[in-house]
């Protein structure tokens, strides 16, 4: 563990936070009290010093990223969550299931990309059968064997076992053999019940999703967790979401990362609420580094920040920026302006010009590829 | 034109230091002893700039920049003018490689505007309670400054609004067509009613550069004279820098070293502002490096606000750097979010759409946890919530730095009324 400069203390004096940082020091927990000082102090940068250094302490300058395609295989969805973009009814203009031969196709269109994992997820279509989940999973592995797939949040996976009519822990072997890697994190937003039953009563319980979670690591599968925030919810709420990702990690050990994801509000039912700005999405990478540390990454999620934000993240806790993603749907429906794909070097130029070395992994963050560590 | 190739590779070259090394060893503790400097709100020197610029992390320049904006500017409020962007005409003879928006004389798109048309958009920007009419054109051939001095008058006649205009290459530009001085020309337009002038132009203050991005543009040392005698003819004004094209860094750190030197002098500057050059469809595109990144603009705006101890105010771009990292920067030393801009030619031909409403300024400057007010060009408080004194309200009782003439510097205007 590295030394902290007397500066940040006397930063962190000044801002109210010696506490905090007298635990951050000792690698102490964090408590939920400690995390809404961290949600109402009005020094940012203190906030952020402290975080980067729990960032540094973990990773040094090291910053991943990937070569990741994503297919959302269904736009149809019977959740009807309030703060959803991508959602549409059966029927409706716009709605789509892709075929297993077209999820095919899309991974064969990416043959020649040096893509090493394929992130899926779609609506829940209550129409899809079982068979369907395994057949998509055989096709992708089928164009690409070597690829990894990060498929089906924990809201899909308990539609998929209510669909084969058994438990999940009985149906995820099942999914594995037909190619699932791991999982990703969405579907999480706020745990909180009052959020919950205000914002997307028709989906799966907090309690649900986290019993969920437990299952898929419980089969051996890693997966991430997320947190949708800048809509409805409170502090208070999102601290209680964060501590119960952390409880759940103290059981299992089996996130790999957590990404909090903005709200966008363009095209859905709370396009009333402003959504978080660039200075709510740099605290919310902070509190995350320093309330989980139990959780390995922080990811600033390029795509939906925007670089100038995912950038500066890389300053205040967060080590990992996802990847140079092909296709985003779900997103660039509720608003986001990113450019779909980044150049892999375009990628790369701006994390170092972040101060970092870039370093590419697989979905299990396995070293692909690493910059030399002194720069010229 | 060609770069010659090593002036083309000096910032694709450049490389951020890495973050974690300035945590501890031996640059920590240089980068204690400058903030320790800064705190004790002292100046840093050429050399200790070029030290920030290679090895101090971006939190510590936040915070070095935040310990300066608070002793120059203590209140936590975020200023930002009501204005308008105006360009007379789009006719330019200086060809400079990195710009979009100028045409050549005879262009079938090139434009002078009408009496009629100007006077429209005044209006609605006065309706819409502007303080400022931001008005730069091309340096056309034969609209020269009587042209201007008749425009300002004509505008000052019929409407209660500041024309913040020109810049120094173009009143170089004038003086130079018409044969005459620089003081002679500036006299006439401060007759005319001028009440600032914009800091456009500046580009890089390093004839190196210039030579390369902008060689039939104004010279340096002109450009800061320019600045010196509209400072000495009683006007403030503002000053840029545009970096991230052919410069080196010490070049940065020499453009903002020549403006504190003339701000030393002459006291005359309100503001700066930085951007990157926005290379996307201008004339020399593919000449030019790619486009810096964001953190790169953090870096750059807070060295400015540490190395300009003696500027009150360091303006953000969010025409250039978009809404959300503009909101950033106001946590690395900038304390105004600049103009509405209600149009805005030059960069918007550049591809940059990064216009938006008084509303979403005011809810970005509150959620950083600081107080929107509207200011006048001098930033004098111009906000009906604002219960102090405005002052200053128009451009002689801002005439108050040392190099302003005696005749304007009434002993009343010399010091802010408590």
């Known amino acids: 563990m590295k030394q902290s400069s007397d500066r940040l203390q006397s930063r962190c004096e000044r801002a109210g936070l010696a506490a905090i940082h007298a635990k951050v020091m000792a690698g102490e927990r964090l408590s939920e009290a400690d995390g809404l000082a961290l949600y109402r102090n009005p020094d940012l940068h203190a906030v952020g010093a402290l975080a980067n250094y729990v960032r540094e302490a973990k990773h040094g300058d090291h910053t991943y990223f990937n070569v990741n395609q994503h297919i959302n295989y269904t736009n149809v969805c019977n959740k009807l969550c309030r703060f959803c973009s991508f959602q549409r009814l059966p029927g409706q203009e716009g709605a789509y299931v892709m075929r297993p031969e077209e999820v095919a196709q899309k991974i064969r269109e990416q043959l020649h990309e040096p893509v090493t994992e394929v992130h899926v997820v779609g609506g829940v279509y209550p129409r899809l059968p079982y068979s369907y989940y395994i057949d998509i999973l055989q096709a992708i592995k089928r164009e690409r064997p070597s690829i990894h797939i990060k498929a089906f949040t924990m809201v899909e996976l308990m539609q998929i076992a209510r669909l084969a009519k058994k438990p999940l822990a009985e149906v995820l072997p099942e999914l594995q053999a037909a190619g699932l890697d791991s999982c990703p994190g969405g579907g999480a937003e706020v745990f909180a019940k009052r959020v919950h039953d205000e914002g997307y009563h028709v989906k799966n319980t907090g309690e649900e999703w986290l019993e969920a979670a437990k299952t898929v690591h419980q089969a051996g599968l890693r997966s991430n967790c997320t947190m949708l925030h800048g809509h409805i919810e409170t502090i208070e709420e999102r601290v209680d979401h964060l501590n119960r990702l952390r409880l759940l990690q103290d059981e299992t050990g089996g996130f790999q990362t957590y990404i909090p994801l903005s709200f966008h509000n363009e095209g859905n039912e709370w396009s009333h609420l402003p959504g978080p700005t660039a200075m709510d999405e740099l605290r919310e990478i902070a509190v995350g580094r320093l309330m989980l540390d139990n959780i390995e990454h922080i990811k600033a999620y390029w795509i939906m920040l925007g670089i100038p934000i995912a950038q500066t993240a890389l300053s205040f806790g967060a080590n990992d920026v996802d990847g140079t993603v092909v296709e985003e749907k779900i997103y660039h429906e509720a608003g986001a302006t990113t450019p779909q794909a980044v150049e892999r070097d375009e990628l790369i130029r701006w994390i170092r010009d972040a101060g970092r070395i870039p370093v590419e992994r697989d979905t299990l963050y396995r070293v692909l590829w690493a910059e030399d560590e002194v720069p010229a | ?418």
Not at chain 2, 332 to 356: Q, R
Not at chain 2, 409 to 416: D, G, I, T, V
Request: aromatic share 8%; hydrophobic share 40%.
């Open chain 2, 1 to 418: 034109m060609a770069f010659p190739s090593p002036t083309a590779q000096a910032v694709r070259s450049w490389r951020a230091p890495l973050a974690s090394a300035a945590q501890s060893g031996a640059i920590r503790e240089e980068l204690d002893r400058l903030e320790t400097l800064v705190d004790a709100g002292q100046r840093i020197s050429q050399e200790e700039a070029l030290f920030l610029h290679a090895q101090a992390d971006l939190l510590t320049l936040g915070r070095m920049a935040t310990s300066r904006r608070l002793q120059k500017q203590p209140d936590a409020r975020i200023t930002y003018i009501v204005d308008r962007n105006l360009n007379p005409t789009n006719v330019c003879i200086t060809d400079c490689g990195f710009c979009a928006f100028y045409r050549s004389p005879g262009h079938r798109e090139a434009y002078v505007l009408s009496r009629d048309e100007i006077y429209q958009k005044v209006e609605e920007t006065v309706r819409l309670g502007g303080q400022q009419l931001l008005m730069q054109g091309g340096h056309h051939p034969a609209v020269l400054s009587d042209w201007w001095c008749e425009l300002i008058a004509d505008i000052k006649a019929r409407f209660d609004i500041n024309c913040h205009a020109l810049s120094a290459p173009e009143i170089e530009h004038f003086a130079r067509y018409e044969k005459r001085s620089i003081e002679a020309v500036v006299a006439d337009l401060v007759e005319a009613g001028l009440g600032s002038v914009p800091g456009a132009g500046a580009e890089m203050l390093v004839e190196r550069v210039r030579e390369i991005i902008a060689p039939k543009k104004t010279t340096t040392d002109d450009w800061l004279d320019v600045h010196r005698k509209v400072h000495q003819a009683g006007l403030r004004s503002s000053a840029t820098m545009m970096f991230g094209n052919v410069e080196t860094i010490p070049e940065r750190i020499e453009h903002l070293i020549r403006l504190r030197e003339l701000q030393d002098e002459t006291g005359g500057f309100t503001a700066f502002a930085s951007w990157n050059t926005q290379p996307d469809g201008v004339p020399d595109e593919a000449l030019f490096p790619r486009k810096t990144t964001p953190a790169e603009y953090l870096r750059v705006q807070a060295i400015a606000r540490i190395v300009l101890d003696n500027f009150d105010h360091m303006q953000t771009s969010y025409v250039t750097q978009g809404m959300k990292l503009a909101q950033v920067s106001l946590a690395f030393g900038c304390d105004d979010f600049g103009g509405t801009m209600l149009e805005e030619n030059v960069v918007s031909a550049a591809g940059c759409f990064h216009l938006e409403s008084i509303q979403t300024i005011e809810a970005l400057i509150r959620n950083a946890g600081y107080e929107p007010l509207q200011r006048n060009s001098w930033y004098g408080i111009v906000d009906e919530r604002f219960t102090g004194t405005t002052w200053p309200k128009n451009r002689e009782q801002a005439a108050t730095h040392p190099a302003a003439p005696a005749a304007w510097r009434q002993p009343a205007l010399k010091s802010r009324p408590q």
